[in-house]
């Protein structure tokens, strides 16, 4: 799939499943992750069968002729319960059912018993070119074998054009135009000990229920290209603790030259999302010039989703402070004040008798302007004449007057 991203505004972004990819089913029960052993019974002429879903499917109820909801693209399994059932069957029966069965157009049909199967099993199998199986696990653990492995391969994918590292554990995807400095970001971030994931090219797979894991291009992997150096080895440069194959996306960061003229969002109280794949993805955007430190940003953006995600969100519980304080201070309108209030006359004094600041060279006592306690005690009681300097037996040595009076000592 080509380049896939779209910028959109959501306070609570919701996943819808992109469209499935396919797998034949050669190319399934070939797979070296698929660990169980799967002998082939019959249908060797369907191999190339296409399954659409990751999810296998066991229609017992279809060996006894009721059909509704039997999806053919999906991987049917057959478990004892299911063969039991045929069992305590007559054989014109038998062969009905499983006539009925298969002919459906299934893509692939799974046995998890260790025996074999009913000959009309595989008799109808092979006259439809169904391909049957017979997996040597029990039923729990082929099914949850298959879901592993469909799962890879049937993960819708896409590419993007940036840079994914992980810090502190959250995956940042960089995005920006090219040479806005999106791998020189990640070569900061992992000198100060976070790991680069993919460079340039990321490929990106949705994974239910509704998450984006990204991982390198196979060529450039553990790469990194900064205009001035070349192409840079990070993992023979820094050890393997710098770098990782895989991470899941948990913010989408815009890179953005700054702009003198554009608004950009001061409060985080609103959140925007980038789609990848049909799943919302948190976006923040961050201006980018000369003199800012954006290792130091790109990881509080990360230590701000950790604090989200642990449930406090800085912005709204500030928001939602002021609201409560402005609250609480209830607004007076001038027409609920007394006509006595507003017609009140306002005696104003000359600026010449106003005083001057208090720490002007100008300001001294004013007895219009100053207190009657202070002004009658500046009258009745005149200040003590000051004493000669006494040396106290508790005097504290940290406090040594600069001029000592003669005669002090």
Known sequence: MGDEGELFVSNAGQSTPPPMAEVS??????????????????????????????????????????????????VQVLGET???????????????????????????????????????????????????????????????LLHGVLDEKLAPTASLHGVLVDVFGIGLL???????????????????????????????????????FGAPADMLRHHVEVRGLGVLNIKDLFGVTAVRDRKRIDIVVQLDEWDETREYDRLGVDDQHFSILGTPVRLVTVPVRPGRDMGAMLEMAARNELLRRAGKHSARELLAR?????????????????????????????????????????????????????SDRSVQEPSPPRRPYEPSSNESSAWIPAVRPKGGG
């Open 25 to 74: 089913v050669g190319a399934l029960v070939a797979d070296s992750r698929l660990v169980t052993e799967l002998t082939p019974l019959a249908g060797a002429a369907g191999l190339g069968r296409p399954i659409r879903h990751p999810r296998v499917q066991k229609s017992g109820l279809a060996l006894a002729g009721h059909f509704y909801g039997v999806v053919p693209t999906r």
């Open 174 to 212: 960089l995005i920006g135009k090219s040479g806005i400095g999106k791998s020189e970001c990640a070569v900061e971030l992992v000198l100060r000990g976070h790991r680069l994931v993919a460079d340039d090219v990321v490929k990106c797979e949705w994974r239910p229920p509704g998450m984006v």
């Open 322 to 374: 002021l609201e409560e304080n402005a609250g609480l201070a209830p607004e007076v309108a001038i027409d609920d004040l007394p006509e006595s209030v507003i017609n009140a006359p306002v005696a104003m004094r000359p600026l010449s008798s106003m005083p001057p600041p208090p720490n002007s060279s100008l300001a001294r006592p004013d007895p219009e302007w100053a207190d009657d306690r202070d």
């Open 82 to 144: 299911e063969l039991s059932y045929l069992e305590t069957l007559g054989n014109d029966a038998r062969g009905l059912a499983a006539r009925g069965f298969f002919s459906l157009g299934l893509s692939c049909v799974v046995v998890t018993r260790r025996e074999q199967p009913p000959k009309a099993i595989v008799q109808s199998a092979e006259a439809t070119g169904t391909p049957l199986y017979m997996s040597a696990a029990r039923s729990s653990r082929t099914i949850n």
